[in-house]
């Protein structure tokens, strides 16, 4: 083996048009091919999820294999190895949710035209963790840290049904992936809800939108639903410090709490 590594050659130390090392970004490539239904991948695999040929997925797997990223099984199959595993003890040690959240909020606030709030479960009741408000004169108003009931309101709802929490609207909540209330809680309130995972599917609470009925009837919540979702994927996989996939996150099919 080249006493540099692959890393190293001439061709792939070279920089792309977009600016970045090409071998530094595909190696990044290899490494994000693994997730959590996937810790263990062939080196076809590794290719296929990539779109990297063979021949250059093992220069760099061998690569990052002598720096501890990836270990190489005695069946010939890959999985990240315990360099990988510092990185994300490093990325938990030094998370800070506001600077994750937020921003999240902020844009799911402007595509939608309507304020955005992030709940967890604090007991039996679920606490406002974060809001930013929408630009409407008209809305509907949560203050940060305010405790509100679990059963109770599209946010509440969600974190209960990803909970484990059974029967009707649960189990509905659970295949849909999302919850819409109307005059719930509060008269005149709609909100339209959707949950937010963490490592290993971990529920970390809920993500919503709400405003005044007049303007969120059932019509429209419906139609802001799959925003809300989509944006509450890019923040479960924000949370778990992965990159967020041109495809849409996959749920399982069956939830187990």
Sequence with gaps: MNPKGPLHSPEQGAEDSAGGVTAVKRALQVLGAFDVDSPELSLADISRRTGIHK??????????????YLVQKDDGNWR???AAGWLGACYQATFNVQEIVEPTLRELSIKTGES?????REGHERTCLLRVEGPQAIRHHVRIGATLPLDSGAPGRVILAFSGASGEPYELIRQRGFHLSMGE??????????????????LLG???????????DEARLLEMAQTVVEAANRLSYAMAGSQWPAARLARPSTWHP
């Design 116 to 120: 955005a709030s992030f709940y967890v």
């Design 206 to 216: 809920s993500m919503c939108i709400s405003g005044p009925t007049s303007r969120l």
């Design 55 to 68: 021949t250059t997925v093992l220069r760099l797997a061998r690569t990052l294999a002598a720096h501890n």
């Design 185 to 202: 809680r509060e008269p005149e309130v709609s909100s339209v809800a959707a949950p937010v995972f963490g490592l290993h599917w971990r």
């Design 80 to 82: 990240l190895g315990r």
